[in-house]
């Protein structure tokens, strides 16, 4: 692990870009979300995060995300994790559209938990 800190210590202080590293599984970063692919790692570095961001539910533990860039088809996985609090918050998506999807907030008594922040992330499935 000496050498990869060694690599990102030399990108840092020179400003660029790192050649291909070759690590196992491929993580390929784009529209498309995260690909698991052959046996390099690119350096994928200039390439298009996935959609991500945060929101807030509203006083009926509810919210809405549209997306920037619309997905082709509704083939996609989208992850939500709760910001802490002080009782256990669930947050799930109650509907997903190509344009985005509606997020839905409980306690962990199964009661709407208003106002509760979300962080979340899509990723396409990249299924053959």
Known sequence: MKWLKQRIVNWLL?????PPLTVGNSVTYGA???RFDDDTFQNTAAAEPPPSGS???DVNGVATVTLNTPF?????????????????????YNSKE??????????????VEPNAVVDWVCTKYSNP
């Open 72 to 92: 082709p088809d509704i083939n996609y996985s989208i992850e939500l994790t709760p910001q802490g609090g002080v009782d256990t918050v669930t947050a799930m």
């Open 98 to 111: 190509v344009t985005g999807f509606g997020i839905k907030t409980e306690d962990d008594g199964g009661k």
């Open 32 to 34: 498309d979300g995260i």
């Open 14 to 18: 020179t400003g660029t870009r790192l």
């Open 55 to 57: 929101v807030t539910t």
